[in-house]
């Protein structure tokens, strides 16, 4: 039998101003997925995930969460239910070093990552935790903004474009790294500029275009869809 989905969008409008951005996106998460948000550059992915955070206000329709509604809620109730974000611009804290910015977050549920734990998973940043955080390479910058969401303990985690602008090193770390958030039971929605990257650890891929999910491929059909996806994409 078909689980529950962990997360349930449906009909989800959203605004910034008078300027509607999203109209009417749907899709589904079930627990342990990992899935992908393709599209083009202002399709509306960035917006998805700050609406699913509540840091868009201006939002209408239906995201459940464990069955539970968020679209109404302030976004530190929507963070207590166990949902990080990592934005794209990672929001580090350039004054603080790695291990400051690590002790910062709030634990909002049991079963965050004590900094061994985030150790564990990036070796790199325990070499560098007295360093500030604006020393840090665009690797290790991305590696703390995630380490410091994993210690919320939360369990749906929104990551935007960790990869970007990555070397093809780090980007392989990361997805590595996503990989093994997944064998620990994360469940993760992922917006991704380089589908390359998002193939090696995503269970399925939603495209979305203006404001909207059109389609939707699993991972193991990527190969077979390649036409349509670079149609979508403009690659
Ligand atoms: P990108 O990769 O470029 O971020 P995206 O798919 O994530 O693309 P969004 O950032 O969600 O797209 O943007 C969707 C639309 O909303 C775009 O037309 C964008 O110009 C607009 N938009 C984004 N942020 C704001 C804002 N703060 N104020 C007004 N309009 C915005």
Redesign the pocket.
Known sequence: AATEPLLAVRDLQAW??E?H?LHGMAFDVHPGEVVTLL??????????L?SIMGVIEKRRGSIRFRGSELVGLASRHIARKGIAWCP?ERGIFSSLDVKENLLLPPIVASGGFTLEQVFELFPNLKERLHSQGTKLSGGEQQMLAIGRILRTGARLLLL??PTEGLAPVIVQQIGHMIRKLKSMGFTIVL?E?NFHAAATVADRHYI?EQ?RIVDEIANDRLEASMGKLHRYLGV
Request: charged share 25%.
């Open positions: 910034y101003g300027s951005v599209g083009r550059n202002g399709a509306g992915k960035t917006t998805t700050k794209e935007d474009e917006v500029q979305v404001g």
